[in-house]
């Protein structure tokens, strides 16, 4: 039997609008097994996973585990774990980190003030203070839910840190299973699919030079899926691939029909149009999936710049 993401390979679904949505990520470290859920189906403690996850509810915050790549022996809890934090929406762009021998600590965070931006919450309650080191590499290995991730994330984890990159983490759940690999780059917040080594590092060479790089690119986690196919159809018309560039600043309509508002940091602003349409055809969204249809796709009909919208000076 096919996997999930043989088929969408051999279909060419495309990848365009189908990252997961978060304006603000909160990643705890948490080694060893991961079960289908994992906040509530690992060695974390269950109550503070499902607490997390309603804290979470709302906010715009998305909470996963990470762990370091490679063998996960189950040897029960870790005394000292990785916290990070990472705000995606342009113009406040940030990544904190810090460290806790205690996972209930992060339920005294001010998740509504994470998810508008504000990172002072984090700093204050775990000690954080903005991450130094390399961008982040989360690639989705959790085969308890979807057996693509782990056959083929974890290779692809494992090779980019036996490469010698830096920052790379396996993490519980970023969607879109059937487009595995798939991976999260953070501060920016662009995730990936269908990866493969060489086109990761040229997305992370491109996040130390402040840019998008669009090979694979399933879309910027802090917009909806309108926003999102959007912002790739201008950054695609425009040539322009600095990443805090571009900002999504309307979304008018409901499905199946959007006119979405993308505007430059110079002014300039455009109006597109975007069509949500079935996917054909109908496939399951995993190998776990039992029924059949298939995802909705998001296609840009129009891309239209006003004349004079650019600011002068």
């Known amino acids: 039997m096919s996997t999930c993401s043989t088929v969408s390979r051999q279909l060419d679904e495309p990848l365009a609008a189908t990252a997961p949505v978060a304006t603000t990520w909160l990643l705890l470290e948490q080694p060893g097994p991961w079960g289908v859920k994992a906040l509530t189906a690992s060695h974390l403690d269950p109550a503070v996973g499902r607490a997390l996850e309603r804290a979470a509810q709302g906010t715009g915050v998305r909470v996963a585990l990470i762990r370091r790549p490679g063998r996960h022996p189950d040897r029960g809890t870790a005394p000292l774990r990785r916290v990070y934090a990472a705000h995606t929406v342009p113009g406040n762009v940030w990544l904190h980190s810090a460290m806790t021998a205690d996972p209930e600590q992060l339920l005294g965070l001010d998740f509504a003030a994470l998810g508008r931006g504000d990172h002072h919450t984090f700093d204050a309650v775990l000690q954080g203070a903005p991450h130094t080191g390399d961008p982040l590499t989360l690639v989705c290995t959790n085969g308890k839910r979807d057996r693509c991730c782990a056959l083929l994330g974890r290779p692809l984890a494992a090779e980019l ?5 830096h920052g790379v983490w396996e993490v519980t759940h ?8 798939t991976l999260l780059v953070l501060p920016y917040g662009y995730a990936y699919g269908r990866a493969e080594a060489h086109t990761v590092k040229d997305a992370l ?4 030079e402040g840019r ?4 694979g690119c399933r879309g910027r986690t802090a917009w909806e899926r309108p926003g999102q196919a ?4 201008v ?10 560039a571009l900002s999504v600043v309307r979304t008018d309509g409901a499905a199946p029909r959007w006119e979405v508002t993308v505007a430059h940091a110079d002014g300039r602003r455009w109006h597109v149009t975007v069509v949500q349409g079935a ?3 109908p496939q399951p969204e995993s190998c776990g999936a039992s029924v059949l249809g298939g995802p909705a796709r998001m296609d840009v009909v129009a891309v239209r710049e006003p004349a004079g919208t650019r600011l002068a000076g």
């Open 161 to 165: 840190a036996s490469s010698g990159v």
């Open 174 to 181: 970023l969607g879109g299973h059937r487009f595995s690999p």
């Open 205 to 208: 060479h491109g996040v130390r």
């Open 212 to 215: 998008v790089v669009l090979e």
């Open 230 to 233: 959007a912002e790739l159809a």
């Open 235 to 244: 950054r695609q018309a425009a040539g322009e691939y600095r990443a805090d």
């Open 279 to 281: 996917g054909r055809p």
